[in-house]
């Protein structure tokens, strides 16, 4: 009975905030009136976008620096018995393949510099969370990325200027534009998402990633076709970061209750459907003693680490391989890059649809759900991806299985990737922020130990670094299937929850709060741990 008079309660005041702050503006009723499609699709279809262009920024370099860096060839390499046949055919004397590449980088320098990303995208992470939770995640986002796109357009003219060490500490200013990326953007999915559309919707938006994956490869790979200057690389998305910021200025907000044209039956929807509780005080500080003794966290962490290392080993360095190893021409590399990723987004589509099914129809709780699809989208491609390095020159075998291998990644967005929305809706800003910033590990590791398993890029040291892709990926998703949970932890509304028997670490609220009820909740003990 409290809870449907607190639900009216807030309904009657989330119309009263809507009618104060517009009064119905002509523009504002006209806006209303063509929102055909539910704002929370508009929100999912333009954060795709956004993660799309956030992912083409973050791998412009891997097919780039193909083409930055003078490959040289000499005869007397040619004796590996491993090698496979190039499709350029290159006798005794040294060629130069590219007439823009201008550096001379070893593998270890661009294992380096293709790491360099991570190392700014890491140390933005916790920051961006707990800017997203005071401030709200749409400028936070927004401003990151657009600082992004400022400075990957700047990339080659800072390049040609200062070299490898001027392209090392751009590489992590760009990252650090990006690293408020994940934790804005699950802020506003836990506000704009109700649980059971949870699993599709976060397939689209996080499927963005995929596709710019996919984008970004194929396009690359045609600017960079025929001897085509590097640079047009990072002009084209830089630029194309400017256009997706306009769109996102105008259309997405923090809140349901902040937008001013959402109708008022999808915004009563979204109000009585997400759970977000309005007890949780802005003043509250963020209960970061409790998420670093919560082992669903550190489960939740260690999966994440495990799948950013399988995803790294591709997103980076498949070029290389496909250029590399199966030596490939550099468009063709850019399309067959692409290939893997389209085929994830695909099937992420269709592994949410059947995972948010399954939880309506109650064949499953969401806590089996994410153990299941967490296990398809580590098991599956740490197969798959051993079974391509020991199909050998078989170019044909090789592809089918990198793209089966990613496809199967697809149900990693309705396993683990979805998990911290039913942990903590409340604070996976947060939460999120948590998770990257270790995670992130993964991406700074991955392309330099590479770059060190594979300094002759060869077939045999390309399958040394991919056995131990196939270790992390199935022994992470161990850990994660022991210690996970599916439904909200205690400390995202100890309000509600109380505290755990025996919790001798202080209060998680604010300390000046004196209202006698919320004494009165606070202090009631926990019946059940998550």
């Known amino acids: 009975m409290e809870e449907s008079i607190a639900t009216r309660d807030d309904l009657l005041n989330s119309r009263e905030t809507r009618t104060e702050r517009k009064q119905d503006l002509s523009i504002i009723t006209f806006l209303r009136s063509c929102s055909v499609i539910p704002q929370r699709y508009v929100f999912a279809i333009v954060g795709l976008i956004g993660l799309c262009n956030a992912f083409t920024m973050r791998v412009t370099l891997n097919m780039a620096i193909t083409q930055m860096v003078k490959q040289r060839h000499f005869g007397k390499e040619h004796f590996d018995p491993d090698a496979c046949p190039s499709d350029t055919i290159i006798f005794n004397t040294t060629a130069v393949l590219n007439p823009h590449a201008m550096f001379e980088w070893n593998e270890k320098t661009q294992g380096l510099l293709l790491s360099g990303f991570y190392y700014g995208y890491s140390s933005t992470q916790i920051l961006g969370g707990y800017l997203a939770q005071k401030f709200g995640g749409k400028w936070v986002l927004g401003f990151g990325l657009l600082s992004t796109a400022f400075f990957t357009f700047l990339t080659p003219i800072i390049t040609r200027m200062g070299g490898s060490t001027s392209l090392f500490i751009l590489r992590i200013i760009v990252g650090m534009g990006e690293g408020p990326t994940m934790p804005a953007m699950s802020y506003m999915m836990a506000?704009?998402?109700?649980?059971?559309?949870?699993?599709?919707?976060?397939?689209?938006?996080?499927?963005?990633?995929?596709?710019?994956?996919?984008?970004?490869?194929?396009?690359?790979?045609?600017?960079?076709?025929?001897?085509?200057?590097?640079?047009?690389?990072?002009?084209?998305?830089?630029?194309?970061?400017?256009?997706?910021?306009?769109?996102?200025?105008?259309?997405?907000?923090?809140?349901?209750?902040?937008?001013?044209?959402?109708?008022?039956?999808?915004?009563?929807?979204?109000?009585?459907?997400?759970?977000?509780?309005?007890?949780?005080?802005?003043?509250?500080?963020?209960?970061?003693?409790?998420?670093?003794?919560?082992?669903?966290?550190?489960?939740?962490?260690?999966?994440?680490?495990?799948?950013?290392?399988?995803?790294?080993?591709?997103?980076?360095?498949?070029?290389?391989?496909?250029?590399?190893?199966?030596?490939?021409?550099?468009?063709?590399?850019?399309?067959?890059?692409?290939?893997?990723?389209?085929?994830?987004?695909?099937?992420?589509?269709?592994?949410?649809?059947?995972?948010?099914?399954?939880?309506?129809?109650?064949?499953?709780?969401?806590?089996?759900?994410?153990?299941?699809?967490?296990?398809?989208?580590?098991?599956?491609?740490?197969?798959?991806i051993l079974l391509a390095s020991y199909s050998g020159c078989n170019r044909n075998a090789a592809m089918v299985y990198f793209v089966i291998s990613m496809g199967l990644m697809g149900a990693y967005y309705s396993g683990m990737k979805v998990n911290t929305l039913d942990l903590a809706p409340n604070y996976a800003a947060s939460l999120t922020s948590f998770i990257y910033t270790a995670s992130t590990i993964a991406g700074i590791i991955t392309p330099y130990l590479i770059g060190l398993l594979t300094p002759d890029s060869t077939l045999v040291q390309w399958r040394t670094a991919f056995w131990v892709c196939f270790g992390m990926l199935v022994g992470t998703n161990i850990v994660y299937c022991i210690w996970m949970e599916g439904e909200q932890i205690w400390w995202d509304d100890v309000r509600q929850f109380g505290y755990p028997p025996g919790w001798k670490h202080g209060s998680l609220t604010n300390k000046e709060e004196k209202k006698s009820q919320d004494v009165e909740l606070i202090e009631k003990p926990l019946k059940s741990l998550p």
């Open 191 to 384: 506000r704009w998402i109700p649980s059971h559309e949870r699993a599709f919707l976060s397939a689209v938006i996080f499927g963005g990633g995929q596709i710019g994956n996919i984008f970004g490869s194929i396009v690359s790979g045609l600017l960079l076709a025929n001897g085509k200057d590097w640079a047009y690389v990072f002009y084209f998305f830089g630029g194309f970061g400017l256009f997706w910021f306009t769109l996102w200025s105008v259309l997405c907000y923090s809140e349901p209750k902040t937008h001013p044209f959402i109708s008022i039956k999808e915004l009563d929807y979204l109000n009585r459907t997400v759970k977000i509780t309005n007890q949780i005080n802005k003043r509250d500080p963020i209960p970061w003693k409790a998420i670093i003794r919560s082992p669903p966290a550190w489960a939740l962490l260690v999966a994440n680490v495990g799948h950013d290392w399988g995803l790294f080993t591709i997103v980076t360095d498949l070029p290389k391989y496909t250029h590399d190893v199966l030596k490939f021409n550099i468009a063709t590399t850019g399309l067959l890059t692409g290939l893997p990723f389209m085929a994830m987004s695909t099937c992420a589509f269709g592994f949410g649809f059947i995972c948010d099914f399954g939880i309506r129809k109650q064949w499953h709780s969401v806590k089996t759900a994410r153990k299941i699809y967490t296990t398809i989208a580590a098991t599956g491609p740490a197969i798959c």
